[in-house]
């Protein structure tokens, strides 16, 4: 008879227990992941993947060891254990590490309210593939269109369970509806591309793939002809497709384990003003139907909402038990963790303040300047904050997008880009990074 996740994670607690580990925390994911991509009216590849993985961390006084495995057999649980037990008593000594004490646990929740679950039942592939082909074909439709790269429409369903030998035990499961396309104009070295998709965890909220493959084209042909933008210091709006990256800079530079490290650029700013006065940055774990929520963390801490900046002023760190430790703070239910590894600290779902106007009145505004939809490339130094990236768009003049550009680079500092970032009010509420459209003044912009 297969076990359910719970009791995947309770026989590994046994198995750690009898290796002789002083406590322990296990976790187990069953998940069930379909695929579908089409090419030229043609199913491309199809891929189905059924399994359950399971993972395993003991502590052993201040050590600790992580194992994980995809055999579930009672014999490989107690060879996890009695390996996991093994390298702990080999691992370097860790004052801070340890599970939540019983009373830091989270006991109750609404797992219903968050509505993580599509009640319908599994598409069935020919369903996943007659979508994709539809996205094909709508974007194929458009004038100019010249190839689609790819067309996919998938499902997933995931339970996944935590258990601990401090008493606690939840879990929960999420689903989640993908339809995507990439669009190709052009050929050679005129040729450009651009992509739409959206994943959404019930199938119901995802929109159509005429959609999809409409809006895919719509962008991919407004980048035709795209060349180089003038060299100088313009004003940039970062697009509402991309702007989160801005945001996640933040995210990433007031995480626990960059601060412990030392190699973080916010380092000696907490409770200094980083953003705009009037812009906060909330985090909030428990939104519905929203990819990113959890009812509690890795640890078995309640999830809430909370301010990571309030007021443009930086609130302080997010952090797991460990780095809330050394920091000799308390943790803010933040640690997440894969099968192989420790917790560590990670945000769910967060919204920044939106403004008022449209991403069209930002562009009117600052007459000449850039609109970034793409980005490849990263150089961010963590310790300063200096900015470069390659960037793709389009290049506005008096207050009109007047034509795409691609091949350019923006550079700046993020302290000072983030204390002069003003929002539009085009953030999509659905997703897990609720970021609007951003107006960034003087950027370094290399172009032609």
């Known amino acids: 008879m297969t076990q359910s996740a719970e009791e995947l994670t309770h026989a590994l607690l046994n198995a750690a227990r009898k290796a ?31 399994g359950v993985e399971i993972g395993l961390r003991v502590l052993v006084g201040n050590r600790q060891a992580c194992v994980s495995a995809s055999d579930t057999s009672t014999t490989t649980m107690a060879q996890m254990a009695e390996r996991a037990v093994a390298m702990a008593k080999e691992a370097p000594e860790d004052p801070t590490i340890g599970l939540a004490d019983p009373n830091q646990l989270a006991t109750e929740w609404d797992i219903a309210a968050l509505d993580m679950v599509d009640p319908s039942d599994e598409p069935e592939p ?29 499902f997933g369903r995931r339970a996944r369970h935590i258990a601990a030998t401090n008493g606690f035990s939840g879990g929960y499961t999420r689903t989640d509806h993908v339809t995507s396309c990439v669009a190709i104009t052009g050929e050679g070295t005129r040729m450009e591309r651009d992509y739409y998709g959206e994943m959404r965890m019930h199938r119901a909220d995802l929109p159509s793939p005429e959609e999809v493959g409409r809006i895919a084209a719509e962008r991919t042909l407004a980048r035709a002809g795209a060349r180089q933008p003038k ?11 991309i702007a989160a990256s801005l945001i996640g800079h933040v995210l990433q530079a007031s995480n626990g384990s960059a601060i412990v490290r030392g190699s973080s650029w916010l380092r000696d700013l907490n409770g200094e003003q980083i953003l705009p006065e009037g812009l906060s940055i909330i985090e909030d774990p428990l939104r519905p139907r929203v ?4 009812p509690f963390d890795a640890e078995g801490l309640p999830a809430r909402q909370r301010a990571i900046v309030e007021n443009g002023v930086l609130m302080g760190w997010t952090l797991d038990l460990a780095t809330a430790r050394k920091l000799g703070l308390q943790s803010t239910g933040n640690a997440a963790r894969g099968m192989s590894h420790p917790p560590s600290p990670s945000v769910s779902n967060v919204a920044l303040t939106q403004g008022n106007q449209s991403r069209d009145d930002l562009i009117k505004e600052i007459g000449t300047g850039l609109l970034i939809t793409g980005l490849i490339g990263s150089s961010i130094n963590a ?14 003049e008096n207050g009109e997008i007047a034509y795409p550009v691609n091949e350019c680079t923006v550079a700046g500092n993020l302290k000072e880009m983030l204390r002069s970032i003003r929002p539009a009010n085009d953030a999509k509420l659905h997703l897990s990074r609720v970021v609007p459209s951003l107006l960034v003044e003087g950027l370094t912009l290399a172009g032609k």
């Open 20 to 50: 002789g580990a002083d406590a322990a925390d296990a976790i187990a994911s069953d998940g069930t992941s379909l695929s579908i991509d089409v090419l030229n009216g043609k199913l491309e590849h199809a891929e189905r993947s059924e």
């Open 126 to 154: 020919a369903a996943l593939e007659e979508a994709a082909k539809i996205a094909e074909a709508t974007a194929l439709a458009h004038e100019g269109i010249a190839q689609v790269q790819s067309a996919t429409a998938a």
């Open 231 to 241: 060299t100088g210091a313009y004003p940039v709006i970062f697009d509402e497709r």
């Open 291 to 294: 990819s990113g929520s959890r």
């Open 383 to 396: 310790n300063t904050g200096d900015y470069s990236r390659g960037a793709s768009g389009f290049w506005i």
